[in-house]
């Protein structure tokens, strides 16, 4: 049967080493995050043993300076806007005396003073939950600065397409005209970034004179393809 310790808070070099010295250990497990410590004995297990193990624990036990307040289920994007977060909370920061977050498992440990209050525990939650706020926002914003760069492109593109119809004699300045004018509030869409808004245009438009079915047809065919790539 395998031998559990918890809530150890030891120096873990020495603890290891320590364990190393006290015979029949058939396996060992200690845990420093979760401070536990799971021991499988050899058939030769005995008493004076275990009471090893426990004056081990007893000599290499450190006096509790803080406290560990563990938040589970957490996406921190950036570590570096969390430190910001909490430092603007009055309450809590000169409270958290160091943080782990492991990626992973989505937790993040804060090592905290002894006088840390649910008060305290609660306040750092909603740093967390804005946080989580803010990296959806971050993450949106950087997606629309993607489809404005690319709204120019495809602007550019298609201005100069219309403009090589006028010097290969395809089209008038007036028909080149027409055809922006129509377009205009596509094209306003399209250089802040707003491809679906562009198309909720673009059927708005009305086809006559040079703004013609077919160059309709072929807007709406680019912009929806653009839309089912980045959307």
């Known amino acids: 049967m395998d031998i559990l310790r918890d809530n150890l808070n030891v120096n873990a070099q020495s603890f290891l080493e320590g364990l190393a010295g006290i015979d029949n250990i058939q396996f060992q497990d200690f845990n420093i995050f979760d401070k536990t410590l799971t021991i499988t004995p050899g058939v030769n297990w005995i008493t004076e043993n275990e009471t090893s193990l426990d004056n081990l624990i007893v000599n290499e036990t450190i006096a509790a300076t ?27 920061k000169n409270k958290i005396q160091s943080y782990v977050y492991d990626v992973e498992a989505k937790t993040l440990i804060c090592k905290c003073n002894l006088d840390w209050t649910a008060a305290n525990t609660t306040t750092l939650d909603n ?3 804005a946080l989580v706020g803010y990296d959806v926002v971050t993450q949106l914003m950087n997606g ?5 760069k690319d709204g120019h492109n495809y602007y550019n593109q298609k201005r100069s397409e219309l403009v090589q119809s006028i010097i290969t004699a395809v089209r008038t300045e007036a028909e080149a005209f027409e055809i922006d004018t129509k377009l205009k509030n596509v094209k306003d869409s399209l250089l802040t970034g707003d ?21 309709k047809d072929e807007y ?5 393809t653009y839309i089912d790539a980045n959307y």
């Not at 679906?196 to 079915?213: F, N, R």
């Not at 709406?220 to 929806?224: K, S």
């Open 66 to 92: 803080f406290i560990e307040v563990i938040s589970t289920d957490v996406v921190i994007d950036s570590i570096r806007e969390f430190q910001k977060k909490y430092k603007k909370k009055s309450s809590i």
């Open 127 to 129: 740093v967390i939950d």
């Open 144 to 148: 629309y600065e993607h489809k404005e």
């Open 195 to 215: 491809w679906k808004t562009a198309k909720t245009y673009l059927g708005l438009t009305v086809v006559e004179g040079a703004y013609t079915q077919a160059l």
């Open 220 to 224: 709406d065919l680019e912009i929806q």
